[in-house]
Structures are given as structure tokens and as C-alpha cells.
């Protein structure tokens, strides 16, 4: 049996400690070490601490976990890469275009390493179940797509890194919303034309908390966006019209079960006397295999030799696409947020 996969994480706030958890409880990774700023009193005591991530790539780990802001992102993955670690890195990749194509060109010139990026969301089991009905084309091609991913954030976000924009990059949609636009790109492919209205509908920060977007493959399937920090019942649902029928995956068995716990939903469009309201079928989930399924690909691309299938740096490049896609599509939003975002750029190079 072959060694276990040592393993360092950069980054011990949420969710470097829902990694840590992963890779105790799976039988191939060990963890030996890991580093923040302000390294929490308790729940790693299992682990060295060390002084900074230049540490952690010194400490004999194989593969290392970045879970940092997005400032320091970037900078992370692109020395543990040349440090010849394998990297799995939590989205976004860091606050702009530039960093995702820093990343890329570190993984180029590090061949042989995997990277692998943590869109989590394709391994809850509404969606990959969907993805097997939508591919089956048992209901034919899809002709459109609507997602709606909001949560009561703003209330918690004043306090947060998430709320400078000099460490965040971008509000409600560059968080999360991201994942909702990697979960288009999974069942549409890529899109050539966006729309979009942007807004800070009550927070008094420069980040947006509402974005409001519409996409367009060359196939003429569009997507509707909406990515909400102002949804004070937490709501994900992904609804994929067909031409004969649809899919639904209504809510996510979520870590602080504050969704509503998932359901798949399906059905062929209605005929005869149901037309307008099919019968449906409804299969109910409350648990969440994807922290230990992303973590089981990262490890068998490592010992197979494999590429990485979800979460290719392809996936994060494309997605980060739309992502400022969408903000550049606000004209309006788009000025403000760059004045926002020199000005943050400016006061931290005066620190």
C-alpha cells in the first residue's frame, strides 16, 4: 500500500477546517501542517503550525490546500506550484483576470503537477444526478437554463474580508454566485453574449450584493442569473427546460442547514390533461458527498496520473470570464466598481 498523501493547508478560517476534516477522515491523505494569520485555538491541534504558507511548502507535504482570501490566492498557488506541490485551491482564484492567468501559466511551466479547483457544487447529488438526465438526452436539448443562488450575507459580510475590496475583488457574485455560473458552463458550454444589472441594493459598501445577468451560448441557450447576498431565506435552485421536459435541483445539504435540504425533480412535459402540470418525480437528499468526492478526484489524478475532470483551471478561467463578464456588461456599475477598485488598489500600496 502506498504511502499517504501528505497534505498542508494555507488558510484555517471555514474552510480550511472543512478540508481538514475531509482529509482526516479519508484513508490516503495525512495531514502534517498549516498556517494563518490567526490560527484558531482549537481543531487543529492534530497539525503543526507554522508561521507562514513558505512553511508549509517546507514542512514535507505533497500537496497543498489554499483556502485564503482572495488577495493572497494567487500568490499561494503559484509558489506551491513552483515549489513542486500539487494544489487544490478554493474559488474564485483570486480577484481578477490577471491571477487566474498567473496561476495558469505557473501550471504550464509546472507540468505534471495537479491543480484542482474547488467548484464543490457539481458534486452535490441533485446535480450530478441531473447532469446523467440532461446527457442521457432522454428530454432532448436543453433549451434553457434559470438559477437563483441567494443568502442573507449582508448581515455578516461588514465584518468580513469579504466586504474590503481590496481583499475580496468583488461582492455577493465573485463569492458565490461563481458557482452557479461553473453549473451553466456544466451543462451548456461556454457563452458568447452577456447582459446584466449589478447593484448594491442595501449595502452601503462598493461590492455588489444583488447581480442580475442573462447569458447566451452560440447555440442559443440562455441562462438567467441570480446571485443575491439580500435573500433572507436562503434559496439555490437550478431549473434546465428541455425540449421535452425538465430538471430541477431545488435546494443543497448545506454545511449550516439554513437551504432547504435538496431535491431532484424531473418530468416529461405534460400531454393531454396534464398539460401545464406533469406528474413529477421527486427524490429527496440531506447529505453532502462533495467535500469527500472533490477530495477523491484531487487524489486519484495524483496517484493515476490522470487530468483533473472538474475544477480544471480551464473551469476557473472560463468561469471568471463570466464572472467580470457580468460586471462589465453593467456600464453603469462597471465605472463605479473600477474607481472602487483603484482606490482600494491605491490605499493599499500606501500600507
Known amino acids: 500500500m502506498s504511502q499517504p498523501l501528505r497534505v498542508g493547508i494555507v488558510g484555517l478560517g471555514h474552510m480550511g477546517a472543512v478540508r481538514a476534516k475531509t482529509v482526516r477522515e479519508h ?24 508561521p507562514d504558507y513558505r512553511a508549509v511548502l517546507d514542512s514535507g507535504v505533497d500537496a497543498v490546500f489554499v483556502c485564503t482570501p482572495n488577495r493572497f490566492t494567487p500568490e499561494v498557488v503559484v509558489a506551491a506550484l513552483d515549489a ?41 447529488f441533485g ?9 442521457s438526452g432522454k428530454y432532448g436539448r436543453i433549451l434553457w437554463v434559470r438559477g437563483v443562488y441567494g443568502k442573507a450575507a449582508y448581515s455578516a459580510y461588514p465584518n468580513e474580508w469579504r466586504s474590503d475590496p481590496a481583499l475580496a475583488g468583488g461582492g455577493i457574485l465573485l463569492d458565490q454566485g461563481i458557482h452557479m455560473l461553473d453549473l451553466f458552463r456544466y451543462f451548456c458550454g461556454e457563452f458568447s453574449e452577456i447582459k446584466s444589472m449589478c447593484t448594491t441594493a442595501v449595502s452601503d459598501g462598493p461590492l455588489e450584493d444583488n447581480a442580475f445577468a442573462l447569458l447566451r451560448n452560440e447555440k442559443g441557450c440562455i441562462s438567467m442569473l441570480h446571485s443575491s447576498s439580500t435573500q433572507w431565506k436562503h434559496r439555490f435552485i437550478l431549473e434546465i427546460y428541455m ?80 464572472v467580470f463578464g ?26
Open 84 to 124: 513542486g506541490k500539487h494544489v487544490f485551491c478554493e474559488k474564485p482564484p483570486g480577484r481578477n483576470m490577471d491571477d487566474i492567468s498567473q496561476i495558469m501559466a505557473a501550471e504550464r511551466r509546472n507540468q505534471g503537477l495537479v491543480l484542482k479547483f474547488g467548484f464543490n457544487h457539481r458534486y452535490h
Open 243 to 322: 425540449e421535452d421536459g425538465y430538471v430541477i435541483v431545488d435546494g443543497q445539504p448545506s454545511t449550516s442547514r439554513s437551504f432547504r435540504d435538496e431535491w431532484l425533480i424531473e418530468s416529461r412535459k405534460g400531454r393531454g390533461f396534464a398539460v401545464g402540470n406533469p406528474p413529477e418525480q421527486s427524490t429527496f437528499c440531506n447529505t453532502d458527498p462533495s467535500w469527500e468526492l472533490e477530495l477523491a478526484e484531487f487524489v486519484d489524478c495524483i496517484r493515476s496520473g490522470q487530468p483533473v475532470r472538474n475544477g480544471t483551471s480551464t473551469d476557473a478561467y472560463e468561469t471568471m470570464r463570466l
Open 27 to 50: 484513508d490516503a491523505t495525512a495531514l502534517i501542517s498549516g498556517t494563518d494569520p490567526h490560527p484558531p485555538a482549537k481543531g487543529f491541534e492534530d497539525l503543526q503550525i507554522v
Open 127 to 135: 446535480i450530478m444526478e441531473a447532469k446523467k438526465i440532461v446527457d
Open 326 to 351: 457580468i460586471y462589465e456588461a453593467d456600464e453603469g456599475f462597471a465605472k463605479r466598481r473600477a474607481a472602487t477598485l483603484q482606490d482600494a488598489s491605491a490605499e493599499e500600496a500606501a500600507r
